[in-house]
Each structure stands twice: as structure tokens, then as C-alpha cells.
T-cell receptor
Framework: AQSVTQPDIHITVSEGASLELRCNYS??????LFWYVQSPGQGLQLLLK??????LVQGIKGFEAEFKRSQSSFNLRKPSVHWSDAAEYFC??????????FGAGTTVTVRA | SQTIHQWPATLVQPVGSPLSLECTVE??????LYWYRQAAGRGLQLLFY??????ISSEVPQNLSASRPQDRQFILSSKKLLLSDSGFYLC??????????FGPGTRLTVL
């Protein structure tokens, strides 16, 4: 069975600074990997996905993520955060039966 | 374009009362449909998924049930709510690809 670990429960970053959120997955086959963002009281919005090909994927809102098979990681990055990036971020891994397993999430706080 | 609706947005129910949450998808046909629960400070737990009308798979034994009476309608129900059923319920759909698209959610408080 697949699983996802997000080691950081909470990250605080200054506006304009860079952000990196860590994600490690466990899956026996080639993984389908996703990052979602959730604002308080809202549903989840898909930021980006990796299925195959180029290991550096670009997403919406200026986010990117890099797939590293050797490290079983799919870390999310943004070069310069905006106050509107304050939210909870979830990494997920998909399996061949079209189900997703989510990490516990990382809450990002942006300080002025 | 596809849209997904959930209602109600918020719900406060007494322990022992019934529950019915509804999810509908527009702009696609034969979607895979999913119900998740998100407890405070925790990730998403898959409760049920459906690949077609009348086809429901349960992921976790619990006090809840799901039904899919129409192609784009997914209902989450309970006959008697427990305190532990409180949480944020999310419906999602996928179109045969692996990414899922989420609805706005329903905040359920059981008192």
C-alpha cells in the first residue's frame, strides 16, 4: 500500500522569501504524485502533478516540484512567497486503482 | 467545464440524528466519485469511492454509508450520528485520470 509523509507540520516564512515543503512517498511502482493546497474552510485545489517525463514540474501560482526517485521525494518549492500563499498544503500519491493517499499536511504561515 | 457541488456547506446535528450529504458533478459523464473526511489537524481519510452507478466501495468500517443513485450524484448518509462523525467532508471526482478535483466541502458538527 502507498503512503505519504510530510515531515513538517508547520512552516513560517517571511513574505518574499523562498519556500520548500517536503514530501516523501512509499509506493512499489511508478508513482503518480500531486500537490494540493487548501485555504481554511475550503476544498482542495490541485497545484501540480507528476506522472512521468521531466522530473521538474511547474504548477499554478508559481509553484514547482521536483521528483527524485532515488530519495522517494517530491518536494514543493516557490521562489518568493506572497501573503496569499498562507494555507495548508497536501502531498498525495496515486495508485493504479485511481485512489489517492494523502500526507497529514503542512500549514504555511506567511509573516509580513 | 466541470464543476462539483456539495451541500449543505455547514451542518449542526444532534447525536443520534440521521445524515444526508449530497455531491453532484456537472460537465462530465461516468466520473469516479469519492468521499473523504478531514478531521481537525489531520489529513484526508478516504471513506468511499464509486466507479459507476450503484457501485460503492467502502474503505473504512464505520457509521456511514454511501450511495450513487445517478451517474453524477453521490450521497453520504448515516442513520444515527455519533460525536466522532464530526469533521469536514469532501467530495471529489476524477475522469479516469489520476488527479482528483474537490468540492467546497461540508462542515459537520455533531453535538
Amino acid at each position: 500500500a502507498q503512503s505519504v509523509t510530510q515531515p513538517d507540520i508547520h512552516i513560517t516564512v517571511s513574505e518574499g522569501a523562498s519556500l520548500e515543503l517536503r514530501c516523501n512517498y512509499s509506493y512499489g511502482a511508478t508513482p503518480y504524485l500531486f500537490w494540493y493546497v487548501q485555504s481554511p474552510g475550503q476544498g482542495l485545489q490541485l497545484l501540480l502533478k507528476y506522472f512521468s517525463g521531466d522530473t521538474l514540474v511547474q504548477g499554478i501560482k508559481g509553484f514547482e516540484a521536483e521528483f527524485k526517485r532515488s530519495q522517494s521525494s517530491f518536494n514543493l518549492r516557490k521562489p518568493s512567497v506572497h501573503w496569499s500563499d498562507a494555507a495548508e498544503y497536501f502531498c498525495a500519491v496515486g495508485s493504479n486503482d485511481y485512489k489517492l493517499s494523502f500526507g497529514a499536511g503542512t500549514t504555511v504561515t506567511v509573516r509580513a | 467545464s466541470q464543476t462539483i457541488h456539495q451541500w449543505p456547506a455547514t451542518l449542526v446535528q444532534p447525536v443520534g440524528s440521521p445524515l444526508s450529504l449530497e455531491c453532484t458533478v456537472e460537465g462530465t459523464s461516468n466520473p469516479n466519485l469519492y468521499w473523504y473526511r478531514q478531521a481537525a489537524g489531520r489529513g484526508l481519510q478516504l471513506l468511499f469511492y464509486s466507479v459507476g452507478i450503484g457501485q460503492i466501495s467502502s474503505e473504512v468500517p464505520q457509521n456511514l454509508s454511501a450511495s450513487r443513485p445517478q451517474d453524477r450524484q453521490f450521497i453520504l448518509s448515516s442513520k444515527k450520528l455519533l460525536l466522532s462523525d464530526s469533521g469536514f467532508y469532501l467530495c471529489a471526482w476524477s475522469g479516469g485520470e489520476h488527479e482528483q478535483f474537490f468540492g467546497p466541502g461540508t462542515r459537520l458538527t455533531v453535538l
